[in-house]
C-alpha cells in the first residue's frame, strides 16, 4: 500500500498540486485528486499496518486503524471507517466531553463542528486544514439533519438496501471525501480555489488525462477488487482462510509488483509531518 499505491500516486498528486491550476483541465484536476485520494489512503493506511504488524512481533494487539474508508456509504460511516484512532480519540476525548448529543439538536451540531474544526486544527496551523476539518464537520450535521440520529432499535430494523443505491452512497461519499482533499492538500485557501476553477472549466482529453487515468487503473484497481473482496466477506482477515495456493498467488503478487514496478521517487510518510 505505501509503496507500490501511495508513492506511484504521490507524483501524479504531487504535480497536479504544483503546477499553475490555469494550465489544467477538468479530468487533469480530477484525477490528481483521484491519485492524491489513493495517496493519503496507502499511506496512511499502509504506515498503520506497518505500526500494527511490528507491534504484534512484540506482543501488543493494536487496533485496526483503516477499514475500508472508500466503501463508506455516509460521513458517520466514512470516520467510522477511516483513522479510526484519531476518530474515537476525537469522539471521546473532544465530542463527548463537549456534551456530545445529549443536549438537543442546536448543541449536539455545535459540539460537532467544533470537534471536526479541532480535528482539522490538529493536522495543521492552516486555513485549509480548518476548513478541511469543517467541511466534515458540516456534512456530518448536514446528514444528521436529514437522516437523523441512528439507534439501535433503528439500526436493527433497518432492511439492507439495493446494490443500486449502496453503490451510489458510496460514490457520492467518495467523492465528496475527494472534494475535502482538494483543502487538505491545497497550498493554501486561494490555491485550492483555482483548482477548483479548474476543475469545473474545460473538461478536454489531454495525452497527460490518459496516461494519468491508466496509471490509477493499473495500480489501483487490483487492490480496489482484492477490498470489494473483504467488504463483501465483512471479514477482515478473510485473506487467511483460503487455501494456500490462493494466498500464494496473492502475496507473489505483492511481491512481484514491489520489485517490477516501485515508484520513480520515493516518499516520506505523509503522516510525518503531523
Not at 479510526?84 to 463542528?113: M, V
Request: glycine letters at 6%; a positive charge; proline letters at 5%.
Amino acid at each position: 500500500m505505501k509503496v507500490v499505491i501511495a508513492d506511484n500516486m504521490a507524483w501524479l498528486a504531487n504535480y497536479i498540486f504544483r503546477v499553475e491550476p490555469a494550465t489544467l483541465n477538468g479530468p487533469d484536476v480530477l484525477l490528481g485528486v483521484y491519485a492524491f485520494a489513493f495517496q493519503i489512503y496507502g499511506d496512511f493506511a499502509g504506515y498503520s499496518a506497518i505500526a500494527c504488524g511490528t507491534a504484534c512481533w512484540l506482543g501488543f494487539d493494536l487496533i485496526m486503524n483503516f477499514r475500508r474508508p472508500y466503501f463508506s456509504t455516509d460521513p458517520r460511516d466514512f470516520w467510522s471507517r477511516w483513522h479510526i484512532s484519531l476518530s474515537t480519540w476525537l469522539r471521546d476525548y473532544l465530542y463527548i466531553p463537549l456534551g456530545g448529543n445529549r443536549h438537543g439538536t442546536w448543541i449536539t451540531n455545535k459540539n460537532l463542528l467544533i470537534t471536526m474544526l479541532l480535528g482539522g486544527l490538529w493536522h495543521g496551523a492552516s486555513w485549509t486544514y480548518v476548513i478541511w476539518g469543517g467541511a466534515h464537520g458540516l456534512w456530518l450535521i448536514l446528514h444528521r439533519w436529514i437522516c437523523g440520529q441512528p439507534t439501535k432499535t433503528r439500526k436493527n430494523l433497518q432492511s439492507p438496501i439495493s446494490t443500486g443505491l449502496r453503490l451510489t452512497k458510496i460514490l457520492v461519499t467518495f467523492h465528496v471525501v475527494c472534494l475535502t482533499w482538494v483543502f487538505f492538500r491545497a497550498e493554501s485557501f486561494g490555491h485550492a480555489q483555482n483548482l477548483l476553477h479548474a476543475l469545473f472549466s474545460s473538461w478536454s482529453i489531454s495525452s497527460f488525462t490518459l496516461t494519468t487515468a491508466s496509471l490509477i487503473l493499473f495500480f489501483v484497481a487490483p487492490w480496489i477488487l482484492f477490498e470489494v473482496w473483504l467488504e463483501r466477506r465483512k471479514d477482515d482477515f478473510a485473506l487467511l482462510q483460503l487455501y494456500w495456493p490462493w494466498r500464494a498467488i496473492f502475496y507473489s503478487f505483492i511481491v512481484l509488483m514491489l520489485l517490477f514496478f516501485p515508484p520513480p521517487a520515493p516518499s516520506e510518510f505523509i503522516y510525518f509531518q503531523f
